[in-house]
């Protein structure tokens, strides 16, 4: 064994032993103003390919390809430019990729529904789905045999209805906003993920919401009640732009976590990009709010875990996220830098090739460093 992989194993299993912490390990970062496009304001990220959406008017879905190699722009797309916030949410699921966007008032919002090359196949309006807004779009999985699959369109208002999009042009309802969720914490919706065994998080504006999935549309509490259950009290009333993604198994060790935007006046918007990022675990009731320095420790490295990973200035503090289960990849879009960043849960000695193609990706060109 070389000194370098020694050092590496080593990091390693110290933050083994740490069972409370979460390590990020950086694989690389993707430079948007370099490619030449849209400055990412929401993210999928899907194997070797990112799907970012642009905020504000003119917003378009921009697909990035080869990102663990040569990160190439294959597609810009979407419909007419955009009035009022723009693409706030993208999700990816087994035939498209849907964008959904937030006009602020500026005009009707969209579910804009793409194919997996970034073509867009059909433009719905909030009318298409009987709202009278959209704040956040995911794909469902259903339970553990596929029963209730398909597409969560949520809305700031309260509604939270389950469609059919295998018809892109004409959505299918499936379930509708009283028999989801129910009964259901929280209100004011802003976000929303769903893990790959259908466990629920939803962002609102009394913190963030979680369901287990115990069948097609049927959540329960930890404690094993109906429906969904508040376990992050932090207030986030009429914050936009908040977000969150479930990171389940993100180390390999089995346990599951939440990470977390938020952009509350006095326990936000510092210069440094983390103390608007927090981390919880996904399976406990957190309902002592859970601020810098006291939610669960994140730990940010640099990708052999021997230095701290240092993110550009936090600017305005838009931060999206999106988690590659299979892959144990998350990617950290920052809309004021025009970054989307990666991490791994697990350090990446020198030369990373052979690590990366262990995990089913591509040689990584721009590591952490």
Avoid: C
Wanted: net charge negative.
């Amino acid at each position: 064994m070389n000194r370098t992989a020694a050092m590496a194993t080593l990091v390693t299993a110290a933050f083994a032993a740490q069972a409370s912490a979460v390590d990020f390990f950086h694989l690389g970062t993707i430079d948007y103003a370099a490619l030449g496009a849209q400055a990412p304001g929401s993210v999928a990220i899907e194997g070797n390919t990112l799907y970012t959406g642009g905020l504000f008017g003119g917003g378009v879905l921009t697909t990035v390809t080869d990102i663990f190699g040569t990160p190439t722009v294959s597609n810009t797309a979407g419909s007419a430019a955009l009035a009022g916030n723009g693409f706030v949410s993208i999700d990816t699921g087994p035939e498209y990729v849907v964008a959904a966007t937030n006009n602020a008032g500026g005009g009707l919002d969209n579910v804009e529904i793409f194919d997996k090359s970034g073509n867009l196949v059909s433009a719905l309006t909030e009318a298409d789905f009987g709202f009278s807004r959209v704040d956040g779009v995911a794909y469902d999985p259903g339970d553990a045999a596929g029963g209730g699959a398909g597409w969560v369109v949520l809305t700031r208002g309260g509604s939270r209805t389950l469609f059919d999009l295998s018809n892109p042009a004409a959505p299918a309802l499936l379930d509708n906003s009283a028999s989801l969720w129910n009964p259901d914490a929280g209100s004011g919706y802003r976000d929303i993920d769903i893990a790959d065994n259908g466990d629920l998080y939803v962002i609102n504006d009394e913190g963030l919401s979680r369901g287990t999935r115990v069948g097609p549309h049927n959540f329960q509490t930890l404690g094993g009640g109906a429906g969904t259950q508040q376990i992050w009290d932090k207030e986030l009333t009429f914050q936009s732009a908040v977000n969150t993604a479930a990171l389940y198994d993100f180390n390999g060790d089995g346990n599951n976590y939440l990470i977390l935007s938020q952009r509350f006046s006095g326990f936000s918007g510092g210069p440094v990009a983390t103390d608007n990022m927090f981390v919880i675990d996904a399976d406990v009731d957190n309902s002592v709010p859970k601020y810098a320095g006291v939610a669960n420790p994140a730990d940010f490295m640099t990708g052999d875990g021997s230095a701290q990973f240092v993110f550009a200035a936090a600017g305005n503090t838009i931060y999206d996220f999106s988690y590659d289960e299979a892959n144990k990849v998350l990617a950290i879009a920052d809309n004021q830098n025009g970054l989307v960043y990666l991490f791994g849960g697990t350090a990446v000695p020198a030369p990373a090739s052979a690590s990366l193609i262990a995990l089913g990706l591509l040689g990584l060109a721009r590591r952490g460093s």
